[in-house]
T-cell receptor
Framework: AQSVTQPDIHITVSEGASLELRCNYS??????LFWYVQSPGQGLQLLLK??????LVQGIKGFEAEFKRSQSSFNLRKPSVHWSDAAEYFC????????FGAGTTVTVRA | DAGVIQSPRHEVTEMGQEVTLRCKPI?????LFWYRQTMMRGLELLIY????????DSGMPEDRFSAKMPNASFSTLKIQPSEPRDSAVYFC?????????????????????FGDGTRLSIL
């Protein structure tokens, strides 16, 4: 069965600092990989996706993620965090059904 | 472009009552997904449809839950009778599968677009 793990439940960063959210997946083959963001009271918004090709993918809002097959990871990064990036972030993997990680809540302090 | 539209946004009702959640997917999308989000269990896929046909309902918790998609622009998730443990946020999402015939292996190859959810409270 496929599964996805987000080791960090909560991360606090200062505005302007860099951010990295970890995601590890477990699957026999390379799955399709996604990062979503959920602001309070909102649905999930797609940040970026990886299907194949270049292992560094660019997304919206200045986010990027790198797929590392050897580590079964798909970590999300942003060089400089803005206060509006405070939200919950979900990594998701799929071949047939979309499976979500437990989420990482990001708090941004001034 | 209109996104996925869910109604109602909030629902509060007493246990034992029937609850119906509604979803209008993005026009042109051929797949629709119902999820439930709770603090304890996170996001769970309940059921998904492709071309209005239920493909996988293994996530539906009990017979009290049922979902229908009578046409490409409308779906309902019904709980009857409702119980307090059904309290959660229910999301609908839609996407487009780019391969036919229907293949479970390709169900996830396009990103899903989510509605804003229905916050359900069963008292």
């Amino acid at each position: 069965a496929q599964s996805v793990t987000q080791p960090d439940i909560h991360i606090t960063v200062s505005e302007g600092a860099s951010l990295e959210l970890r995601c590890n997946y477990s699957y026999g083959a390379t799955p399709y990989l996604f990062w979503y963001v959920q602001s309070p009271g909102q649905g999930l918004q797609l940040l970026l996706k990886y299907f194949s090709g270049d292992t560094l993918v660019q997304g919206i809002k200045g986010f990027e993620a790198e797929f590392k097959r050897s580590q079964s990871s798909f970590n999300l990064r942003k060089p400089s965090v803005h206060w509006s990036d405070a939200a919950e972030y979900f990594c998701a993997v799929t071949r047939d059904k979309l499976s979500f990680g437990a989420g990482t809540t990001v708090t941004v302090r001034a | 472009d209109a996104g996925v539209i869910q109604s109602p946004r909030h629902e509060v009702t007493e246990m034992g009552q029937e609850v119906t959640l509604r979803c209008k997917p993005i026009s042109g999308h051929n797949s629709l997904f119902w999820y439930r989000q709770t603090m304890m269990r996170g996001l769970e896929l309940l059921i998904y449809f492709n071309n209005n046909v239920p493909i996988d309902d293994s996530g539906m918790p009990e017979d009290r839950f049922s979902a229908k998609m009578p046409n490409a622009s409308f779906s309902t998730l019904k709980i009857q009778p409702s119980e307090p443990r059904d309290s959660a946020v229910y999301f609908c999402a839609s996407s487009f599968l780019d391969r036919v015939p229907i293949s479970r292996d390709r169900a996830g190859n396009q990103p899903q677009h989510f509605g804003d959810g229905t916050r359900l409270s069963i008292l």
